[in-house]
């Protein structure tokens, strides 16, 4: 158990529609992030956190927007939903700024289905 | 083409065998990971590196930044090592991360 827990653990919707994925990271640790696994393009970093503010953006869509809350808690928001949008979606949490300098650790992912 | 390539795709090995899975990458970075994804679809850090050599048990991750090139090697191996091994990478100028498309490994008994 890493410590990073991820709600809801499988979410199925259809297309148009707006989800939240939760991510609540490892106590002490500052950093969030969020990434997306499909079968086709493997592994994407979309954004990071840290401690509030956004710090990294990767390959995330206009359609999709995250934040982080003081309780470092963050959220990754999804509209406008394509049936390309179905996959797993994983947040992970550092402790310090992360990028070069911090070992990851990985939430068990929310796997996404838009019919 | 990918900015971090992964060899081989597949690789199946015995109970007990060496094994080696490479990564090469084309960007600046200022760090590579090495991930283990369960069949579950759990994802753990392995190793982060920046330079040399990092041992963890039985595996052993290697960095040459001149040549671009980490090795993955996990001694006397083991079934339950069979897991999709992903190596990943801080891109130095963009605050990105990029990932190989993995390796996956299955080691029978």
């Known amino acids: 158990d890493s410590g990073v827990t991820q709600t809801p653990k499988h979410l199925i919707t259809a297309t148009g529609q707006r989800v939240t994925l939760r991510c609540s990271p490892r106590?002490?640790?500052?950093?969030v992030y969020w990434y997306q696994q499909s079968l086709d393009q493997g592994l994407q970093f979309l954004i990071q956190?840290?401690?509030?503010?956004?710090?990294a953006k990767g390959n995330i869509l206009e359609r999709f927007s995250a934040q982080q809350f003081p309780d470092l808690h963050s959220e990754l928001n999804l509209s406008s939903l394509e049936l390309g949008d179905s996959a797993l979606y994983f947040c992970?949490?550092?402790?310090?700024?992360?990028?070069?300098?911090?070992?990851?650790?990985f939430g068990p992912g929310t796997r996404l289905t838009v019919l | 083409k990918n900015e971090v390539e992964q060899s081989p795709q597949n690789l199946t090995a015995q109970e007990g065998e060496f094994i080696t899975i490479n990564c090469s990458y084309s960007?600046?970075?200022?760090?590579l990971h090495w991930l283990q994804q369960h069949p579950g679809g759990g994802i753990v850090s392995l190793f982060m590196?920046?330079?040399g050599k990092k041992k963890h048990g039985r595996l052993i991750a290697t960095i040459n930044i001149q040549e671009k090139h980490s090795s993955l090697h996990i001694t006397a191996s083991h079934p339950r090592d069979s897991a999709v091994y992903i190596c990943?990478?801080?891109?130095?100028?963009?605050?990105?991360?990029?990932f190989g498309a993995g390796t996956r490994l299955t080691v029978k008994p």
């Open positions: 990943a990478v801080d891109q130095y100028n963009n605050n990105d991360m990029r």
């Open positions: 590196l920046s330079s």
């Open positions: 106590s002490g640790d500052l950093s």
């Open positions: 992970a949490s550092s402790a310090g700024q992360g990028v070069g300098t911090d070992t990851q650790y």
């Open positions: 956190y840290y401690n509030g503010e956004e710090r």
């Open positions: 960007v600046g970075i200022s760090a």
